[in-house]
Every structure is written in C-alpha cells, then in structure tokens.
C-alpha cells in the first residue's frame, strides 16, 4: 500500500566507526537508565571512546540524544512505510491493524521500545531540539492515521488510541494492549467509513437529523483493556453510558 508520506527526518548520513559506536552506546543507555541518570563519562566508556572525541562529534549531550531521537525517528518511520508498502492494497481497517502490529513488534525488541515515549517526561520541561522531535513524531504518525482512514477526526482518534495503548504495553508491561487498540481502531475506522457511505446515500436532504449517531463499538470490553485506554475515546465522544460488565459507546460527532 503505497502513500504520499515519506520520513519526517532524512536518513542518517555517514558517520565514523566512532560516531556510530557513541550514538549506539548512548541510545541503549538513555533507554535502560534514562537521559537525567547518564552522564557522558559512561556513555564514553561504554563507545570505547575518550569525553574529548564524544564533544568533538556531538558538542553537547543534549545534541547527542537529538540525534539518537532523529535516528530512532528515521529508522520506524522508514521500517512502518515498509510495512505499509509491502501489501500493495489493503482497506484502511487492515492499514491501521498494520501499523498498530508493527508498533507492538517494535517495542517488544528491548534494543528499540518507544524512545519518545521514554524521553518525553524528561525532555519535556526543558525547550529543545529533543521535545520539538518528540512531538514531530507523534504529529507524524497523526498525519499516517489521517492519510490511512482518509478523515482527519478519525485520523486523530486512532492516534489517541495508539498512544494510549502505548502507555498501556509500556507503564503496565502489558503485551496485548497494542493488539487490543488496534481492534478498536479497525471497528472506528469500518463504523467511520460505513457512516460517510450512508450519508451519501442519503442525498444532500439526509435525515433531518444533525450528528447522527454512528454505529456503536457495542461491548467495549472485548476491544479495549484496561481502561485507561478508553479515555481516548473519551476525548472524541459525548455520551459514555456505563452499563454491567458493558460499556457503550456511542459517537456524537459530525462527520465521523
């Protein structure tokens, strides 16, 4: 499945032997130990290198992780186009379960994880090139949401569940939470597109009735665990009714 997207960062360009051994060294750090709790001595060390050529290459630590960000970027942005282009057609609903599969095999590789997702309680009380790539990212992959389910609003709710199932696999060492959003997200999408269907069926004269209510994710239980998650739903819905052993969800939203 081919689409008009390409990488937000250009790809890496060539590097010295050390060069490469820093960046390696300092993004398995950053990852295992966190970016306050490295110092530069370790990451040298660990390079096989001396501070003096680290500073020579980078300048300054905090140049160092943005490029170990901009790299990291590349490589999945890059790695899930791959993914995408390799089933040449596939309906928006099967798009986003690839994703959401590529994502979950990706952090399950303890030498990837999410690297933004764990820098950004640091990076984000300090204005820098590390916080603006972490939000290029997550904008990033809003605009691959938006292009796959061709609709903004339903772009930006896939989003919302990605993320937070994310934090779900991350926080609560949680396997499935991927697996689970990504069946959330294929019912949105199906129920988004089998309601613009009807809409224009209807004619410009529709119903009468502003904001018809889509078709509902019904027992949300069997797509979405544990609940944190449904607060991404939450953001694009406004009404929850929360019944026994059941949750339905209805959308209200024009358009989606």
Same mark, same amino acid.
């Given at each position: ?22 960046? #390696? ?15 530069? #001595? ?62 979950? #095999? ?23 090139? *590390? ?38 696999? *991350? %926080?609560? #060492? ?58 991404? %739903? ?23």
């Amino acid at each position: 499945m081919s689409i008009e997207l390409q990488p937000s960062v250009p790809a890496p360009g060539p590097s010295t032997a050390a060069g490469e051994a820093i960046l #390696d060294a300092a993004s398995a750090l950053f990852s295992s130990r966190g970016i306050a709790a490295t110092g530069v #001595d370790l990451i040298a060390a660990r390079a096989g290198v001396t501070k003096r050529t680290l500073y020579q290459r980078f300048g300054s630590k905090e140049a160092l992780l943005a490029d170990c960000l901009r790299r990291r970027m590349h490589a999945w942005q890059a790695h899930v186009l791959d993914e995408l282009d390799a089933a040449p057609a596939m309906p928006p609903a099967l798009a986003i379960r690839t994703v959401f599969a590529a994502a979950r #095999d990706w952090t399950r590789d303890p030498r990837r994880g999410c690297s933004f997702l764990a820098a950004w309680p640091e990076v984000a009380v300090s204005p820098g090139d *590390a916080a603006t790539l972490v939000r290029q990212e997550e904008a990033w992959m809003r605009s691959l949401f938006t292009v796959l389910t061709g609709d903004a609003a339903t772009g930006e709710l896939v989003h919302q569940l990605y993320a937070g199932a994310q934090i779900c696999a *991350a %926080i609560d #060492d949680d396997p499935d939470a991927m697996d689970r959003a990504a069946d959330a997200a294929a019912h949105i999408v199906r129920g988004a597109r089998e309601r613009a269907s009807a809409s224009a069926s209807d004619g410009p004269a529709g119903d009468g009735r502003r904001g018809a209510a889509a078709p509902e994710i019904g027992d949300a239980t069997q797509y979405i665990s544990p609940m944190p998650l449904l607060s991404a %739903i939450a953001a694009r819905t406004q009404h929850i009714e929360v019944g026994a052993g059941a949750i339905e969800i209805r959308q209200h939203i024009s358009g989606l």
